[in-house]
């Protein structure tokens, strides 16, 4: 149950200290399942170039369809938040996020079995239904089970957490890459992906529901409203604005990582490649290279990310939640336009990936503060997974499109790179002519699509400032 204190000796004592025991338990569990759902997430990231080698017919773009399973894969986690989150509110969080764990964690280990893109792209998509539902549903068991003056710092403490969930994405990725697995290597990161299924036993054994969802149910039925309706979501004035803004607000970061920001390992793998080309280096060693370096990009940038999520919390604290956004959505725009043009070797990995991961999530921090405290416990569920995962439909569209988008720019790009090698020019120097020009033309479609982060900007003037406020009830 949600308390308040107004006892003044706790301000002084950490917020952890001040939860009871199943508090903490509660947390700690809806904490793991969003770390996870994260390493879920990452694994799949670092396992797609690979899985598109082996998966594809000669003659497919790997880069195109690379694009199209992250596309579907963000399709199904858009719908499995929209589900799940309205069946969290209608038959409580605790029961569905036991659901969602088993379910992206079944699907993950299923797509180790792939052996062509269609298979592939169909157990993406059942594991996307998983991931979608955990965010929403840990969010909002964790905003209706501990007190409210501790409930901000909870939620930026979770979502910092997911960070974690990435950085043993990148070590395990960096531990196959080390021991030679072999060009198969990425069978072995779903397999491991799959482990989160054990997490349910302790959800499902001990988890309750919390006292304040259990009240706003029965009160719903007692009034004759209905919990996690959409209908009752859009038919209030107050929570379809906020749900609408709400969406916005969400969507420029969203959109802003799995349309731009992910896609960063396939560049830096791109550029360590070339780069170990140039040196002379065997192809083993070019592959090993570049598994090695995308594993390091991923661990740096979540890296950074962690400890952006960590300031985000402090600066909504202080300034309030439409500040902090507004401040970290233009750092965003312009770090990552900035790693993109800039980023041309492994000590710029080193230090760009964690700036462009301080900023790029920072902003996931303020999605779990802030989405909850937009909407009444009935609706809760239902209103922070409409507002994350609605622009997770848009964010699917993002993979494409950059795709698309440096594939034709590609094309020109080549082009000019052949001719100014000259016809005369060895096969090896055209060939690292036409991969500069590739990388060039996929920075510049990066770049371009970093606008989107001003979607942010355009929704915070019509939304609430709720720093210091209550949940908001009927």
């Known amino acids: 149950m949600t308390n308040s204190s ?4 706790l301000s002084t004592k950490s917020w952890w200290s001040q939860l009871q025991p199943y508090q903490r338990f509660v947390f700690i569990v809806a904490t793991l399942a969003w770390l996870f759902d994260c390493l879920d997430q990452q694994l799949f990231n670092l396992a797609r170039s690979p899985a598109m080698a082996q998966l594809l017919k000669p003659g497919q773009d790997p880069k195109f369809f690379g694009g199209l399973a992250t596309s579907v894969f963000v399709l199904g986690w858009a719908t499995g938040g929209m589900i799940f989150g309205s069946l969290g509110d209608r038959f409580g969080r605790a029961k569905m996020l036991a659901l969602t764990v088993a379910l992206y964690s079944i699907a993950t280990g299923l797509s180790a079995l792939s052996v062509t893109f269609a298979d592939f792209a169909v157990y993406r998509f059942i594991t996307g239904l998983g991931v979608g539902g955990v965010f929403g549903l840990s969010v909002a068991l964790v905003a209706d089970t501990v007190p409210n003056h501790i ?10 957490f997911s ?3 990435n950085c043993a994405a990148g070590f395990i990725g960096l531990g196959i890459a080390l021991n030679n697995f072999g060009p198969g290597y990425w069978k072995w990161l779903f397999v491991i992906g799959a482990a989160p299924a054990l997490l349910t036993a302790s959800i499902q054994m001990r988890l309750k529901e919390p006292q304040s969802w259990i009240e706003s149910r029965d009160k719903a039925l007692a009034q004759g409203k209905k919990s996690g309706s959409y209908r009752e979501l859009f038919g209030h004035p107050k929570w379809r604005k906020h749900a ?24 830096v793998g791109d550029i360590i490649a070339r780069n170990l080309k140039e040196q002379g280096k065997e192809a083993a060693e070019v592959i090993k290279g570049k598994q090695i370096w995308m594993s390091v990009n991923l661990l740096a940038f979540n890296f950074g990310a962690f400890f952006g999520m960590m300031a985000f919390t402090r600066v909504t604290e202080r300034l309030g939640r439409k500040k902090a956004f507004a401040i970290f959505y233009i750092c965003a725009m312009l770090m990552t336009i900035f790693v993109f043009q800039k ?11 964690p700036l462009m991961g301080f900023f790029q999530l920072s902003v996931f921090a303020g999605f779990s503060i802030y989405l909850p405290e937009l909407f009444p416990t009935r609706l809760r569920s239902t209103g922070v997974s409409f507002c994350y995962n609605v622009g997770r439909y848009m964010a699917a569209t ?19 790179a052949v001719a100014a090698a000259g016809s005369g020019a060895a096969t090896a120097v055209i060939d690292l002519a036409k991969t500069t020009a590739k990388i060039d033309a996929f920075r510049d479609s990066a770049s ?11 929704a915070l003037p019509f939304l609430p400032e709720t720093k210091g406020q209550p949940l908001p009830e009927e």
């Open 6 to 9: 107004s006892d003044p000796a």
């Open 151 to 160: 409930r901000p710092r909870a939620l930026g403490v979770l979502q910092s």
């Open 163 to 165: 960070a974690v969930g």
């Open 244 to 267: 609408l803004l709400g969406m916005l607000l969400s969507c420029a970061g969203v959109i802003g990582l799995w349309g731009i920001g992910v896609f960063s390992s396939d560049m």
């Open 343 to 353: 980023l041309n070797s492994t000590s710029d990995i080193l230090w760009m990936a």
């Open 398 to 416: 993002g993979p494409f499109t950059l795709g698309v988008l440096a594939a034709n720019m590609a094309k020109k790009a080549e082009a000019e």
């Open 448 to 458: 371009i699509m970093c606008v989107i982060f001003l979607l942010g900007l355009v």
